[in-house]
């Protein structure tokens, strides 16, 4: 851990890695830890991915609202851009916005294409990477519909879930 500098939320990410148990919201974020666990490497290969993955996302997305294809290529680089996309030193790569934002454009692409499994499956893996995905697949897509995904992280951690303990802990060795 010596070449990753950890801010308070990626240090809650990484003790969610090693199988402790995290405080709300961080406990709904168990995608990215289950998967990385306390890997640098397998953070910055999630990482990394992103970077394409917004980008390709984000073209799929513009071009499926009406963009034609320079517009749609316009687009991703002006989101690839933003400030907060690249994020503070502290959570990089130990962080879920990017992959959460690279994974929600592909839901809302999936979405507007009218391509409704690959959008609840994208959509939920979202969620699960970090459980305010749904509402910018919302803004993006220009419906409500995806909003009901805000309930899977609050119905599969409610006290009387089987899968509460695992949420509250996801990685057990």
């Known amino acids: 851990m010596t070449d990753v500098r950890l801010g308070p939320d990626a240090a809650r990410y990484w003790l969610a890695g090693q199988g402790a148990r995290v405080c709300a919201p961080f406990n709904l974020r168990w ?27 984000a073209v799929f997305w513009a071009h499926a609202m ?42 809302a692409g999936f979405w507007v294409h009218g391509w409704w499994i690959p959008a609840l499956a994208v959509l939920a893996w979202a969620t699960y990477v970090k459980e305010t995905s749904p509402i910018w697949v919302a803004l993006w897509a220009w419906t409500a519909w995806p ?21 509250s802990r996801p990685v057990s060795h």
């Open 147 to 167: 909003l009901v995904a805000l309930l899977f992280p609050l119905v599969l951690s409610s006290p009387g879930s089987s899968l509460a303990n695992f949420l």
């Open 66 to 107: 009406g963009a034609d294809w320079w517009a749609a290529l316009a687009a991703a680089a002006f989101l690839v851009a933003l400030p907060g996309v690249w994020g503070p030193v502290s959570v990089r790569p130990v962080g879920v916005d990017l992959p959460a934002m690279a994974l929600s454009i592909w839901a």
């Open 31 to 57: 995608l990215l830890p289950a998967v990385c666990r306390n890997e640098v490497r397998r953070w910055w290969i999630v990482w990394f991915a992103s970077w394409p993955l917004l980008a390709a996302g």
